[in-house]
């Protein structure tokens, strides 16, 4: 991921080898909440305290912020607190799920209740 | 049943700083009490969205979190100022949040559906002018 996306690591050097299934690219915490599992890649260009606090109660691994954005020096400490790889890419968020597409990460499941819901 | 553990957290009005620090104790608390897995990111989960809730619409409450040998409880109990229609307010994409919530990411009406789908057991009360509590249940079979 890092190469592909010519990405800066802002946090987890040593940890780049954990492995991420899934990604979901949203600035709506509401939504990361609602239907994001623990093996999931956060594509995001929001740089609040809320976007850690969300990985944390998730047990995310991995957050890339997109746009060139960098979060604050305290959201990047909470994040190494919580064990978490921070990348930060210049690609736009767009740019940067059709990369990971083309690799071969993928969507988050839509979940099951979702589904009936639309029948 | 035997309560195992308590604590209470107060969570103030419209305080977008301190959001989530309750819900990281909670998650921190069971962690070490030995719950794991999928119980325990379901519960965090609920109690940041109900902490939120507390932050972004009431007047200020409480969150408890009660421990028993078979399930995690956690309640939410706030003083104001109520809901004044629970079944719209239970409908997806349903959101009174104000422009600060919704620019920190949050408002977009997720917030209690989610709830209700995280627990295994859900129960929300509501008194216009009065308040709201919000009971949740997650069982601990297995863990």
Redesign the interface.
Known sequence: MVSVLNANVLIGEDKLDTPVYTACCSDLMSDVLAFVDEKTVLITGLTNPHVVRTSEMLDLKCIVFARGKIPTEDILESADEQGLVVLATKQTAFSTCGILYEMGMRGVPVPEQWEKKDK | MELMFTESYHVARADY?S??HA??SI?RQLKQIGVGGDVL?RV??A???VELNLVIHSLGGDLTLNVYPDCVELISSDTGPGIPDLKLAMKEGYSTANEMARS????????L??MK?NADEFDIKSTVGVGTTITMGFHLRGN
């Open positions: 700083t959001a989530g819900s990281a998650k990111r965090a989960v109690s940041y969205e920190l990411g949050f408002g977009a009406g997720m917030g559906p989610n789908r």
